[in-house]
């Protein structure tokens, strides 16, 4: 447990340094947590069988946020290696969305 603790208090003050501008997310960071944001929530949507328009429409948001999310996943991964508050935020993601 006294491992967690310096963690926990580095955590704490970079999501502190975050909230005040401090610590800035590149942009390249940013545009993708945006797309990939969007695309979780319509991987996460489940539309009535009845209703195909909207069963299209989650389709189509779903192919057009989700494409290469995997790959740009990895390499903003392998971009940021040293930046743990961004490796930290890249984190969050799942690894392995798109069928193969």
Do not use: W
């Amino acid at each position: 447990m006294s491992t967690r603790i310096p963690f926990l208090v580095i955590l704490a003050i970079a999501n502190m340094a975050f909230a005040s501008g401090e610590v800035s997310i590149p942009k390249d960071v940013e545009r993708f947590i945006k797309k990939r944001e969007g695309c979780d929530h319509f991987r996460g949507e489940v539309a009535d069988t009845n209703d195909k328009k909207r069963q299209k429409d989650i389709q189509s948001n779903i192919k057009k946020l989700c494409a290469g999310t995997d790959r740009q996943l990895n390499t903003l991964l392998k971009k940021y290696k040293g930046k743990a508050f961004i490796i930290e935020r890249l984190s969050e993601f799942e690894p392995d969305i798109e069928a193969p």
